[in-house]
């Protein structure tokens, strides 16, 4: 059986994380989204929620489960029997980051591999942090995210008078 873990940060959930999750799915048995819960960062959302929001979402993805991590990737990795890590690459600007983390990886980590899907192209521009910065002016992030997550969003930012 092969098991992949999709790592992240997740806060929140984007159309293209899913984009992501619904074709990397297809490529395995089973499929752990891992959300990190990095106390350090300063998130908009807590793990529990995030980790609530991935699991609504997951509903018609029967092969996929959603769980938080912390520490080291390739351990949670070890620990839960996944032999594949998969990650997002939206533009070339990824790339560098994305190596790097990927060979480290395989360096402290010998059985573990790293593919990579290439966004699509309508998703290229698309990172929790942008939507998070559009969404604190009250701009309309409605395009970016899962419907069930807009309204979410707005309240973090004690924006209630957005158009559904
Ligand atoms: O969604 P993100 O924030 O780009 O995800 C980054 C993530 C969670 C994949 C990465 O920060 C991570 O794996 N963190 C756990 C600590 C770790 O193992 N770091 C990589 C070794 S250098």
Redesign the pocket.
């Given at each position: 059986m092969k098991r992949a873990i999709y790592?992240?940060?997740?806060?929140p959930v984007t159309k293209g994380h899913l984009d992501i999750i619904a074709r990397s799915s297809r490529l395995v048995d089973e499929l752990v989204v891992?959300v990190?819960n990095?106390s350090a960062?300063n998130a908009l959302f807590s793990v529990t929620e995030r980790v609530n929001m991935l699991k609504e979402l997951m509903i018609d993805f029967p092969n996929v489960t959603v769980d938080a991590?912390?520490?080291?990737?390739?351990?949670?990795a070890k620990r839960i029997d996944a032999a594949v890590?998969v990650?997002g690459l939206r533009a070339v600007t990824d790339f560098e980051?994305e190596l790097?983390?990927a060979q480290?990886?395989h360096e402290?980590y010998a059985d573990i591999e790293t593919i990579f899907l290439t966004t699509r192209l309508e998703y290229a521009y698309l990172s929790?942090t942008i939507v998070k910065e559009v969404a604190s002016y009250g701009g309309d992030i409605s395009r970016f995210l899962p419907p069930q997550i807009v309204a979410r969003v707005y309240e973090k930012y004690g924006i209630r008078d957005f158009e559904k």
């Open positions: 790592p992240g940060s997740f806060d891992g990190l990095n960062k991590f912390d520490g080291l990737l390739v351990d949670y890590i990650r980051y790097q983390i480290t990886n402290i929790s």
